[in-house]
């Protein structure tokens, strides 16, 4: 029976976690080596639609699968099981050297910034590497143009703060806005529109909308900011019009599963608050870090290397984390270990929240614990409320296009990400010192050492 193959399940996770350089994406082929043809513990058929349905949610996608594989196997308990031996490796490597770097020395820290600035080069070229093959993804379905032009719009939007610094324009940015914004408004039109943006009689009042909202809400308030709230909020009641007009235009397939779900969230929330109890208990704050990192999770569209801008717009925009610690410290080691990007990024980013608190280092692992909790948590809840949909809809012509077209407005927001390393993670240490022999021989070796990496992951 399957539940007899729980252990194995959970093991398998854990080592393909503890092996999970690469990105989401690239783990695919090995969990279905792993778990469908080595183990046999789901079918093809089974594994096949666990990915389908992980493809097209936010959050975690590894952790994700890992969650539908053990909800094959053992129901709830196997859910989490498996969603959390998959993201467990790279988290607590993350945690592991983040405490290794709360108690070094200046001068330590000054050097480990040179080795940081030297990893963010090969961050920053994963990064365009990603936007090189959106193009080339969109030059085979002859789209290439219409996704250059999206990239460019959603970077024009999002990073002239960064642009203005670089070229040391002090002047008030037109728009710079943030990454839940530049999302909300790319969610809303797929939404209201029901997913038809040829349809011009729903996308061009939808445009206007959001030209609107970006004129208020953007940093000069082109026009009055206090049109911000009632802009946001026709925006979202014509998306859940718009969501519930698809829905119902919709097929059936079975009886909505109401019971398997409201049971698999129960049990999500409950892992989530019994874990979370020594944060919780450190500070009434850990339940606002719970939502924002919810929220993190359910914007993460995109693959791993997306979360990095949402995590920017979540943690750093808003000052909950500085740009130092997020790029010099949480985003270089997360980049350099095994595991699910948003797991290690909040889990990172719990440990310098809690930390920050009495410059305990108890303190800060209660925090990362919260994250983790909550990283594997929000992407298994919502993995399974898309599985429920799954269960009684047909494809949502939402979801496909939200899949189609997510990545070119990722691609966009990462060049902003791209800038902020550059501006972060490489020009601010070399304002700090100057960089030792051994440092400069270690930082190249790792450097050389991820760029062959990187090329052999290829062939």
Not at 126 to 145: D, P
Not at 363 to 380: N, T, Y
């Amino acid at each position: 029976m399957k539940k007899n193959q729980l252990s194995s399940m959970v093991s398998s996770m854990f080592k393909i976690g503890a092996i999970g350089f690469g990105g989401g994406t690239a783990l695919i082929p090995v969990i279905e080596n792993e778990i469908v043809e080595h183990s046999k513990i789901v079918t093809e058929e089974e594994y096949n639609r666990d990915v389908m349905i992980a493809s097209i949610t936010p959050g975690a996608l590894p952790v994700e699968v890992a969650a539908g594989i053990g909800r094959e196997v053992a129901g709830n308990r196997g859910m989490i099981a498996g969603a959390t031996a998959m993201a467990l490796p790279g988290a607590f490597l993350t945690l592991f050297l983040l405490v290794l770097f709360s108690g070094m020395s200046d001068a330590m820290r000054i050097q480990l910034g040179f080795l940081s600035a030297g990893i963010s080069v090969f961050i920053i070229y994963l990064l365009i590497q990603y936007v090189i093959n959106t193009l080339k993804q969109a030059k085979n379905t002859n789209e290439a143009v219409l996704y250059f032009f999206m990239m460019l719009a959603v970077f024009a939007v999002s990073a002239e703060k960064n642009i203005y610094h670089l070229l040391g324009i002090s002047a008030t940015p037109v728009f710079s806005l943030s990454v839940v914004q530049v999302l909300g408004a790319a969610f809303f039109v797929i939404l209201f529109t029901r997913g038809q943006l040829r349809m011009a009689k729903r996308s061009v009042p939808a445009l206007v909308i959001v030209l609107i909202y970006f004129l208020c809400a953007g940093k000069a308030h082109v026009l009055p900011a206090a049109w911000k709230t009632p802009v946001s909020l026709l925006m979202t009641a014509l998306a859940l019009i718009g969501f519930v007009q698809t829905v119902a235009a919709a097929k059936h397939r079975r009886a909505f599963p109401a019971k398997k779900l409201s049971g698999a969230i129960a049990s999500w929330l409950v892992f989530t608050l019994v874990l979370s109890l020594p944060a919780i208990l450190l500070t009434f704050d850990t339940f606002s870090f719970l939502g924002n990192g919810f929220l993190s999770s359910i914007m993460s569209f995109g693959g791993g290397d997306a979360y990095l801008s949402i995590a920017q717009g979540m943690f750093v925009e808003t000052d909950l984390i500085s740009h130092s610690d997020f790029y010099g410290n949480i985003v270089t080691v997360a980049n350099a270990l095994p595991g699910s990007i948003l797991c290690k990024i909040l889990t990172g980013v719990g440990y310098y929240l809690g930390y920050g608190l009495n410059q305990s280092v108890w303190d800060g692992i209660s925090m990362a614990l919260c994250g983790f909790v909550c990283s594997v948590a929000s992407s298994g809840a919502i993995y399974t409320l898309v599985w429920a949909i799954y269960e009684k809809y047909e494809n949502l012509r939402i979801f496909a296009t939200i899949k189609h077209f997510i990545r070119p407005i990722i691609s966009g927001l990462l060049i902003n990400v791209a800038l902020s390393l550059y501006i972060s993670a490489i020009l601010a240490p070399l304002q700090n010192g100057r960089p030792t022999v051994p440092t400069l021989v270690i930082t190249v070796s790792v450097v050389t050492g991820m760029f062959y990496l990187s090329g052999k992951q290829k062939h």
